[in-house]
């Protein structure tokens, strides 16, 4: 015997005024591919002309800024900190370290691009999520900006 499930549509809490502007905030990931913190600009300016008007669109641009500055600068650190260390060693062993420095240096700058790949990815799929009125949060992020944004 099979169960007929009734069919119920979708409901939509948050306008379609609201599910864009958080699709973009999200989707604000893609202009890092025009100079490295577009994303982080455009989720900046998203969340300042937003905030007063709803707070769902506050809390995912928030989200957004702070997702896209984190990956960024995290990036950026572990990218730095290898090739400064890759120079060093190089400089220290007169030029033999250079033969273990610079492939490894190569490779985790190749490594910082596919994070940050990935990160758009991440945030292209929240994108989605919040366009078609889901519920979307980054895995650490999304609760901690909530609680920011709670007072706790």
Known sequence: MSVQIPYTPHVSFHSSDERTWGAFAHASALMVLAGGIGGILSALVIWLTQKEKSA???FHALQSLVFQ???FILTGLV?????VVGFAF?????GFGTLLAVPVMILV???GFA???AGMVYSLYGAWQVYQDRD???IWIGEWVHRRLSGW
């Open 109 to 111: 700058f190749f490594g």
């Open 136 to 138: 979307f949060r980054y």
């Open 90 to 94: 190089s400089f220290i062993t007169v």
């Open 115 to 117: 994070i940050m790949g």
């Open 56 to 58: 769902w669109v506050a």
């Open 79 to 83: 990218v730095g900190i290898v090739w």
């Open 69 to 71: 500055a984190a990956t």
